[in-house]
């Protein structure tokens, strides 16, 4: 092998100076680092020990990007220091990643000029197709998205959105089921406690339960905290638990709202759960299971809302825009 003069100090090796160190042609070493593409073993062996030499690695990063079809895909996030949405992304990036896609994630607020800017940084960026985790940006940037060849595809947010893909929970099957939980527990007063954030999933999950539990011919008490944090649940159990009625029965909007008003209810009010009052929640965060909580919940599909973006970007199917998954309910010990 002829021994030319290598790269000039600091500067990244190529693979031209791969192919002029091992003396063969640039593209022999592509090939050797194409997997599937057709080298010699002699000409393999060369442009290995040349590469080892010049400590020489393939840029995938910019091999992929000059293919249309492995333009990034971004994901807009919000709220990231929360259970659910760390578990739907770590979810969907390691389902992407396994797919062979680059992955961009893009931090926002829930604000909805936030998700706004974020999508406008995906439009910039020429992503192949943006996840929208959270927030609903305007119908009419999402459709400058569409029509740039982007595929847009939006979990649990508002379905008024036009032209894009939408991945919602059957929240009318959820909120239906828990009704008949705290019935089979034989709760006799409910109580729903909610977040005035109006999230598109919220505002469902609250409709939902509200309609189920009234043709039940329950009547709901619901009361709203600023968020839907571990705090919200503790001044949501400080609000109602001095008023409660026998065989209470609370239905908290999200996990981490159940945890904070289990707490309080142990440690502020002296009650058993749950042999004095019932709690449900949703998402089946890894808390819910804790010895602590012990809380029956509903379990989001974070694998099932992780393959069906991999259908979608992948175009293994022709299938409706909007595909609704099921929340499944995992019995604990929160409930008589």
């Not at 065989?247 to 009650?271: E, K, P, S």
Request: charged share 20%.
């Amino acid at each position: 092998m002829q021994r030319n003069k290598g790269p000039e100090k600091n500067k990244a090796t190529s693979a031209a100076d791969v192919a002029r160190l091992a003396g063969v042609s640039r593209s022999a070493v592509s090939r050797t680092f194409t997997d599937g593409a057709s080298v010699s073993a002699k000409t393999r062996e060369k442009v290995l020990a040349a590469a080892t030499e010049l400590n020489y690695h393939v840029n995938h990063l910019a091999r992929s990007i000059s293919k249309e079809q492995s333009r990034p895909v971004c994901l807009l996030a919000a709220n990231l220091d929360k259970p659910y949405h760390n578990l739907l992304l770590d979810a969907l990036t390691k389902q992407l990643q396994q797919d062979g896609r680059m992955v961009m994630v893009i931090n926002a607020s829930s604000e909805p000029s936030s998700a706004e800017q974020a999508m406008r940084r995906a439009l910039h960026y020429r992503a192949s197709a943006s996840v929208v985790m959270s927030g609903t940006p305007p119908q009419e940037l999402v459709q400058a998205c569409v029509d740039s060849g982007q595929k847009v595809i939006m979990i649990n947010c508002s379905d008024e959105v036009e032209n894009v893909h939408h991945i919602q929970i059957d929240y009318v099957d959820a909120m239906q089921q828990a009704v008949t939980l705290f019935q089979q527990a034989g709760c006799q007063a409910l109580s729903l406690v909610s977040s005035t954030k109006g999230t598109p999933s919220l505002l469902a999950r609250e409709q939902f339960f509200i309609s189920a539990a009234q043709a039940q011919g329950f009547e709901v008490t619901i009361w709203r905290g600023d968020n839907t944090n571990y705090e919200d649940g503790q001044h949501a159990a400080q609000a109602l638990l001095s008023n409660r009625q026998p065989n209470h029965a609370y239905f908290c909007i999200t996990d981490l709202v159940a945890c904070g008003f289990i707490d309080t209810a142990r440690h502020q009010f002296n009650l058993s759960i749950p042999d004095d009052i019932s709690i449900l929640g949703f998402d089946d965060i890894p808390q819910s299971a804790w010895q602590a909580y012990q809380l029956t919940t509903f379990a989001q599909p974070y694998q099932g809302i992780a393959n069906r973006v991999s259908d979608i970007l992948g175009e293994l199917e022709e299938a409706d825009l909007t595909s609704r998954l099921t929340a499944i309910p995992k019995l604990r010990n929160s409930l008589r």
